[in-house]
């Protein structure tokens, strides 16, 4: 079978079949997935933490793993895409590919090459707080998201800072989730 014919993976198994067998449609909507698989990973690791050790000692080994992961991320995508600079134009372009940001919807508004704006509308992990019920959606994004955007930006340039504009609990069903600047 050429490059890109299966429409799906149904019938026998063949073991020559990889991703370029798919169509592009296809292999985009395994893109959004894989970006699910990525989150959920994220979610069940912190969860199986809190249930173990407590919130705080989650969110402190959370907070740790996000970090090399960051710049785990930033060194991969920078190649992959040749991404050169250094600026916020730069991070809005990794911001566009990181598997974490797959899950959000956003828009990146860039003010000049050092000043920035991000605002989400769609957050799947604040939904998750909210449908949780534990009230934690009043205080994980001040603590926690305010310092993963710092972690994701600064693994890029660690001049580059971030301040939350429009936050949870103020902003929920605003239309907004939160909105933050970026700068350097």
């Known amino acids: 079978m050429a490059m890109g014919e299966m429409k799906d993976y149904s019938g026998d198994f063949r073991p020559d079949t990889g991703w370029e067998s798919f169509p592009r449609e296809l292999l985009l909507e395994a893109l959004k997935l894989y970006g699910k698989l990525f989150l959920a990973i994220d979610g069940f690791w912190y969860l199986s933490v809190k249930d173990r050790f407590g919130d705080k ?29 250094n600026d916020i134009e730069s991070f809005f372009k990794i911001l566009q590919f990181s598997p974490w940001s797959w899950n959000i919807k956003f828009k990146a508004d860039l003010i000049n090459q050092n000043h920035g704006t991000i605002r989400v509308q769609k957050c799947p992990t604040l939904e998750a707080l909210i449908k949780e019920g534990g009230g934690r959606e009043k205080y ?7 310092k993963m955007f710092e972690m994701q930006a600064r693994a890029l340039n660690p001049d580059i800072s971030v301040k939350a504009l429009q936050i949870p609990p103020e902003t929920i069903g605003s239309g907004v989730c939160c909105e933050w600047e970026v700068r350097i």
């Open 57 to 85: 000692t989650a969110i402190e080994r959370d907070l740790w793993a996000w970090n090399k992961y960051f710049r785990y991320e930033t060194k991969h995508i920078t190649k992959l895409l040749n991404i050169t600079g």
């Open 140 to 146: 994980f994004c001040r603590e926690v998201e305010t």
